[in-house]
C-alpha cells in the first residue's frame, strides 16, 4: 500500500466533503502510519506474539501430555495396576536411559524446570535452548510415564518458556522483550498443563518472576488463555478433578481444616529437608554413579508400587478418586508418606519432572484422610471428603512450593465455588506459617541455590521493608514561596537559614526549585521568581517508594513533597543526602547479595 | 497522577512529558506489513502445529476409546464372573481413560458394591448424584445400598426419587417399563419391611399405571396377597381369568387369596380347575387340608371340637419356638438378639396360658381359646420372621393367623 500523493489527496477530500467522510480518510491515514504501510508497534505486536505462544506451547502441551500416556502404556501396560514385573523394570530402565542423556547432554533439563526457567529469566536474558526444550519433553514424557513419581506442569512450564524463547530469537524481539517472552511462554505451558490459567498466570509471578511486575502482565495471561484454549480444543475441557459440590457443615470444621493446615505444612517440612539433605550428597557423588541414581529410584519406586500402584506418575487418577472416599484413612496416610518417599527418591536424583503433581498428591490423601477421620469421629459436623481433599492440595501447595496465592486461587479455579474460601484461607495459613516457621528458604530457592544461583524470591522480596518517601522527607527549612513573589523575597526568607534552595510554588500542582546561587545570580531583585525558572520539578508523595523519589532526583537539590489531596500544599522535601541516610538508617545501603539474603 | 510521576509499565523508567516513554520509544521496534515474512512463516508454523497436533490426537482419541472399551468390558466379565476386586481394578482403568465419564462411573460403584465395598459405592453414588441430581439409575442404586445398609426410610426416598426421576436412554430399556419396575420394587421392598400401609399406597398407585392383563398384573396380586390384602389380589386374579380364562397362574394366585380369605369352598374351587395338578397347586390343597383340620373356627366345628383344635395350636406353637431355641421359661435359654423382648413376653405368654391347656379346661372359655390362639399367632409370626425351620403345620398357623389378625400383624 502507497501513501497518497498531494493531488489525490485533495481530490479526494472534496469527494468527501461531510464531516464523517472526512474522519474515515483521516483514520485511514492514521492507520497506514508515516511509512505508508499498516504497521504496529512492538508492544502491539507483542500481545499477538503472546497468543500465538500461547497458541503453539497449548499444542506442545498436548503432544506431551499424549506422549506421557502413550510411553505409560508402552511401559507400565494400559492397566492402572500394572504388572509386577513391568513395575520391577520400567521404572528402573527408563531411569538408567534418562540419567545417562540428561548428564551428559542435557544436565539443563534435570529436575522440575522452575528453577531453570527462573535462571533463563535472570542469568541468560530469556535465552533457552531448543535442545534443551525438546530435551525436556522427550526425557520427561519418558520418565513420568515410566512411573516415576514426578507430574507434567513444571517441564510443561520450561517446554513453553523455551518455546516462547525461541521464538523470540527467532523474531530478533528486543533484549527487555526477550526476558518478558519467558514468563509468557512458561505461562502458557503450566496452563495447558493444569487447564487453569488463572493459577498459571499467579504461578509464575509468585514462582518464575518472583515479584509483582506490571510489565507484561497481560501479554501472560494472553498466552496462558490461548494455552487453555488450545488445550480444551484437543482434550476437551474435562478439568482433572470432577469436584463434589462443597459445602461446610459447621463452623466447628474451620479447626479441621486448620488442623489440616499443621499436618499439611509438618508434610511440606518433612519433604523440603529430605531433598535438602539428599538432593546435593547425590549430587556431589561421581558421575557414573549419578548415572544409576534414577535407575535405582526407579527400582525402589517400582517396588514400592507392587502394593501401592497409586504413587506411580502424576497420580491425578487417584486423587479424583480420593475426592470419592475411594480408600480408607489409613490407607490415604500410607498414600501420603508413600508418595512423599517415591517423590524425595525421584526428584532428588534429579530426574526430569515435576514438583506439582506430586504435592498435589500428598496434600489430597492427607486431605482425604482428614476428612475420613472427621467422618469417623464428627459425623455429624463433617462435610464431603472432596472439601478436604482440594484445600488439602493447595495447603500442601502453598507450603512446599511456598506459593500462597496461587494456591488460593487454585482451589478456588478448580473447584468454581467461592464458598470454600474460609476453610482454605484457615487450612493454607497454618500450612503456610509452619512451612515459613521452620524452613526459612523456599523450596524453589533451596533448589536454586543447591544449583549455584541466586535468583529473585517473591518471598523474600515481599519480606524487604519497602522504604517510602515519608521515611526520608523533613520538613522544609524555608517556607514555600509563591511564582508571582519576587526574587528579593526569596532572598529573604534564605537569609539567617542552613537551606540552599526554596520550593515555588506555580499553582496546580506544578513546582520548581531556585537555589540560592541562582537568586543572587539575578540582576532583577523585583522580578518575579516564576521568570527566573528553567524547568518544573516532578512532584512527591509521601506513600510512594523511596526508589520513585531516586529515579526523579538527578542534579536537583531537593523534590517536592505534597498532598495528594491539595497538590499545592507542601508537606516536606526530600534530597539525595535524606534518602541515602534513610537507606543506611534502615541497613539496605550494601545488601550483601543482591536479594538482600545471606545466600 | 500527573504525567511527571508516571511511570513505564514496560521498562519502569520515568515516562516523558508527553506520557510516552523515551527509553522504550527508542528501543521499540515497528512491525509493518514490510515484514510478512516472518509472520507469514509464523502462522504456517501455526497452521502445520495444528494440523499435527490433531492427527496425532485422532490416533491417540482412538487409542484411548479402545482401552476404555477393553477395560470396561473385562470389568463387566469380572463382574459376572464373580470376580468383584479384578473388576473393581478393570472398570478403574476403564474410567480413567474415558476421563471420568458418568456411565463407568456408576459402572464402578456397581462394581464396588459387588466387592462389599459399601462406603466407597456409596460415596461414588453421591458424587454422580451431586452431578445429576435426576439421574433415575442411580437413585434407583442408591435405593438398593440403602436397603443393603437397613436404612429403610432412606431407601424408600430413593426409591420414590428415582421413580420420579429421569431414565436416560442409556439406562438400556424402555423408561416407562423402568419406571415400572422401579414401582413394584418399591412396593416389594415396603411389604417386606412391613410398611403395610405405605406399600398399599404403593400398590394402588402401581395398579393405575398398569395395562390390562399380563404378567405385571399377576405380579401386582401378589404384591395384594403378601401385603395382606387378599381380597384386592382376589379382584385383579379374577379380572385376569375373565380375560384369560383357565389361566394357571391366576387360578392359583385367586385360591390362595380364597385361602387367606378363609373362603375354603372358592379355594377348593379355584384349585380344582387347575388340571392337570402341579406342585405349586398340590401345596396349596394341602395347605387347605391342613387349614381346614387346624382352623378352630372352621365351619361346623363344635365347642369340644375347637377346644382340641386349640390346644394342638398351642403345641405347634410352643414346638416352633422350641425349634428356634427358644425355652419355655423365661430367662433360660432365650435366643437374646434384637428382639430379646418380643421373645421374653412370647415366653411368659406361654407360661400363662401353659395351665389351661387340656380340652376339658377349655371348653366353656371362649376367651381363653381366642388368648390362645392370638399367642399362637403371634408365635409363629415372630418365628417365621426371626429364625427359619417353619413346617406345614406352621404355615398353616400363619396362614390362619393372617385371616384372624388381618393386616394388624
Redesign the interface.
Known amino acids: 500500500?502507497k501513501p497518497l500523493s498531494d493531488s489525490r489527496r485533495a481530490r479526494l477530500m472534496q469527494l468527501m466533503a461531510t464531516p464523517v467522510r472526512r474522519k474515515y480518510l483521516e483514520s485511514l491515514e492514521r492507520m497506514l502510519?508515516p511509512?505508508g504501510?499498516?504497521?504496529?508497534?512492538?508492544?502491539?505486536?507483542f500481545m499477538l506474539l503472546a497468543i500465538?505462544i500461547g497458541?503453539?506451547a497449548g499444542?506442545a502441551v498436548?503432544?506431551f501430555r499424549?506422549a506421557i500416556?502413550?510411553v505409560r502404556?508402552w511401559l507400565l501396560g494400559?492397566?492402572?495396576?500394572p504388572s509386577p514385573t513391568r513395575l520391577l523394570l520400567a521404572p528402573a530402565l527408563v531411569g538408567l536411559v534418562v540419567a545417562i542423556l540428561a548428564v551428559r547432554y542435557f544436565p539443563r533439563v534435570r529436575g522440575s524446570g522452575v528453577t531453570q526457567t527462573k535462571g533463563a529469566l535472570y542469568i541468560y536474558d530469556g535465552h533457552i535452548s531448543p535442545q534443551t526444550s525438546v530435551a525436556k519433553f522427550v526425557l520427561s514424557a519418558l520418565a513420568i510415564g515410566s512411573g516415576h513419581s514426578l507430574g507434567p506442569e513444571d517441564p510443561a512450564l520450561q517446554i513453553g518458556a523455551g518455546l516462547a524463547s525461541a521464538?523470540g530469537r527467532?523474531?530478533?524481539?528486543?533484549r527487555?522483550r526477550m526476558r518478558l517472552v519467558v514468563p509468557v511462554g512458561a505461562a502458557a505451558g503450566l496452563a495447558a498443563a493444569f487447564n487453569a490459567p488463572i493459577t498459571a498466570v499467579l504461578f509464575v509471578i509468585e514462582a518464575v518472576i518472583g515479584r509483582w511486575s506490571?510489565?507484561?502482565f497481560g501479554a501472560v495471561v494472553l498466552s496462558a488463555v490461548s494455552g487453555v484454549v488450545v488445550e480444551r480444543w484437543?482434550?476437551?475441557s474435562?478439568p482433572l478433578f470432577?469436584v463434589?459440590?462443597y459445602r461446610m457443615v459447621s463452623p466447628m470444621e474451620l479447626l479441621a481444616y486448620a488442623a489440616l493446615g499443621i499436618a499439611a505444612g509438618a508434610l511440606s517440612l518433612i519433604f523440603v529437608k529430605v531433598v535438602r539433605e539428599l538432593r546435593p550428597r547425590l549430587r556431589a557423588l561421581p558421575t557414573p554413579l549419578q548415572w544409576l541414581q534414577p535407575a535405582l529410584a526407579g527400582l525402589l519406586i517400582g517396588l514400592m508400587a507392587l502394593r501401592f500402584p497409586q504413587i506411580l506418575g502424576a497420580g491425578y487418577?487417584w486423587v479424583?478418586?480420593a475426592?470419592?472416599?475411594?480408600?480408607t484413612w489409613h490407607m490415604l496416610l500410607i498414600l501420603a508418606a508413600a508418595k512423599l518417599l517415591a517423590t524425595v527418591l525421584s526428584f532428588s536424583t534429579s530426574t526430569p519432572g515435576g514438583l506439582f503433581a506430586p504435592v498435589l498428591f500428598m496434600g489430597a490423601m492427607l486431605g482425604a484422610a482428614m476428612g475420613g477421620l472427621g467422618h469417623l469421629w464428627f459425623p455429624s459436623l463433617t462435610g464431603p471428603?472432596?472439601g478436604y481433599v482440594l484445600v488439602g492440595m493447595g495447603a500442601m501447595l502453598a507450603a512446599v512450593l511456598r506459593v500462597p496465592m496461587t494456591a488460593v486461587f487454585m482451589v478456588l479455579e478448580v473447584s468454581g465455588n467461592y464458598a470454600i474460601i474460609l476453610p482454605v484461607m484457615a487450612c493454607h495459613s497454618m500450612a503456610y506459617m509452619v512451612s515459613r516457621g521452620f524452613q526459612k528458604v523456599p523450596m524453589i530457592e533451596l533448589l536454586s541455590r543447591q544449583d549455584g544461583l541466586d535468583l529473585p524470591s517473591f518471598e523474600e522480596e515481599s519480606e524487604q521493608p519497602e522504604l517510602v518517601i515519608e521515611d526520608a522527607m523533613h520538613a522544609p527549612l524555608v517556607r514555600p514561596l509563591g511564582g508571582d513573589e519576587a526574587v528579593e523575597q526569596a532572598l529573604a526568607a534564605l537569609h539567617g537559614s542552613s537551606a540552599e534552595s526554596v520550593m515555588i510554588s506555580l499553582g496546580e500542582?506544578r513546582w520548581a526549585v531556585l537555589s540560592r546561587e541562582q537568586l543572587s545570580a539575578c540582576e532583577d531583585s523585583n522580578a518575579r521568581l516564576r521568570t527566573q525558572i528553567r524547568a518544573?520539578v516532578?512532584?512527591?508523595?509521601q506513600d510512594?517508594s523511596l526508589d520513585?523519589a531516586l529515579?526523579?532526583m538527578k542534579e536537583r537539590p531537593m523534590l517536592p513533597v505534597v498532598d495528594r489531596g491539595n497538590l499545592n500544599h507542601l508537606l516536606g522535601v526530600v534530597s539525595l543526602d535524606d534518602i541515602l541516610s534513610a537507606y543506611r538508617k534502615a541497613g539496605l545501603a550494601e545488601p550483601e547479595t543482591a536479594n538482600g539474603a545471606s545466600g | 497522577m500527573?504525567p511527571?510521576?508516571s511511570?513505564c509499565?514496560?521498562?519502569?523508567?520515568?515516562l516523558g512529558a508527553d506520557g510516552h516513554c523515551p527509553h522504550?520509544a527508542a528501543?521499540?521496534?515497528?512491525?509493518?506489513?514490510?515484514d510478512w515474512k516472518?509472520l507469514a512463516t509464523?502462522a504456517v508454523?501455526?497452521a502445520l502445529?495444528?494440523s499435527f497436533?490433531?492427527l496425532?490426537?485422532g490416533a491417540?482419541e482412538a487409542?484411548?476409546q479402545h482401552?476404555v472399551d477393553?477395560?470396561y468390558t473385562a470389568g463387566q466379565r469380572d463382574l459376572e464372573q464373580h470376580r468383584a476386586a479384578e473388576a473393581v481394578?478393570?472398570i478403574?482403568?476403564a474410567?480413567?481413560?474415558a476421563?471420568?465419564q458418568f456411565d463407568y462411573r456408576l459402572a464402578l460403584s456397581d462394581a464396588l458394591l459387588a466387592s462389599g465395598q459399601r462406603?466407597?459405592a456409596?460415596?461414588?453414588l453421591?458424587?454422580l448424584l451431586?452431578?445429576q441430581p435426576d439421574d433415575a439409575r442411580v437413585l434407583m442404586k442408591l435405593a438398593r445400598l440403602e436397603a443393603r445398609r437397613q436404612r429403610v426410610e432412606a431407601a424408600i426416598y430413593y426409591y420414590q426419587q428415582a421413580i420420579a426421576g429421569v431414565w436416560p436412554a442409556s439406562a438400556g430399556g424402555d423408561p416407562f417399563v423402568l419406571r415400572l419396575e422401579a414401582r413394584f420394587e418399591l412396593a416389594e421392598y415396603q411389604i417386606a419391611q412391613d410398611h403395610r400401609a405405605e406399600a398399599s399406597a404403593s400398590l394402588a398407585s402401581l395398579s393405575e399405571g398398569l395395562q390390562r392383563g399380563g404378567h405385571d398384573q399377576l405380579r401386582l396380586a401378589d404384591l395384594y396377597l403378601r401385603n395382606g390384602l387378599p381380597q384386592a389380589a382376589l379382584e385383579v386374579y379374577e379380572s385376569e381369568l375373565r380375560r384369560t380364562p383357565g389361566e394357571r397362574e391366576a387360578l392359583a394366585g385367586a385360591a390362595q387369596a380364597s385361602l387367606e380369605k378363609a373362603d375354603y369352598a372358592a379355594a377348593k374351587r379355584y384349585l380344582a380347575e387347575i388340571k392337570p395338578a402341579d406342585d405349586q397347586s398340590r401345596a396349596l390343597s394341602q395347605s387347605l387340608k391342613t387349614a381346614l383340620a387346624l382352623d378352630p373356627f372352621a365351619p361346623g366345628v363344635n365347642a369340644s371340637e375347637r377346644a382340641r383344635r386349640t390346644v394342638h395350636a398351642y403345641r405347634i406353637a410352643i414346638a416352633r419356638l422350641s425349634r428356634c431355641g427358644v425355652n419355655k421359661h423365661p430367662g433360660r435359654g432365650i435366643d437374646m438378639n434384637k428382639d430379646a423382648e418380643r421373645w421374653s413376653s412370647l415366653v411368659k405368654w406361654a407360661d400363662q396360658l401353659s395351665p389351661w391347656m387340656s380340652e376339658k379346661k377349655l371348653r366353656g372359655h371362649d376367651e381363653i381359646v381366642e388368648s390362645t390362639l392370638r399367642f399362637v399367632f403371634q408365635a409363629e409370626m415372630t418365628a417365621e420372621r426371626d429364625c427359619a425351620g417353619g413346617e406345614a403345620d406352621d404355615d398353616a398357623m400363619r396362614l390362619l393367623g393372617r385371616q384372624r389378625l388381618g393386616a394388624s400383624q
Open positions: 500500500m502510519g511509512a504501510v499498516v504497521s504496529i508497534r512492538e508492544e502491539q505486536f500465538a497458541t503453539l499444542m498436548v503432544l499424549i500416556q502413550m502404556i494400559s492397566s492402572l495396576h521464538l527467532w523474531l530478533k524481539l528486543s527487555e506490571a510489565s507484561g484437543f482434550l476437551g474435562e470432577r463434589p459440590v487418577e479424583d478418586l475426592m470419592r472416599s475411594r480408600f471428603v472432596g500542582g518544573r516532578p512532584r512527591l508523595y510512594q520513585v529515579r526523579f | 500527573s511527571e510521576t511511570i509499565t514496560t521498562c519502569g523508567q520515568p522504550c528501543a521499540a521496534h515497528v512491525w509493518t506489513l514490510r516472518p509464523l508454523i501455526i502445529g495444528f497436533v490433531r496425532v490426537d491417540w487409542k484411548r482401552l477393553l477395560h481394578g478393570e478403574e482403568s474410567l480413567f481413560y476421563g471420568g462406603g466407597e456409596l460415596a461414588q453421591e458424587t451431586q452431578q
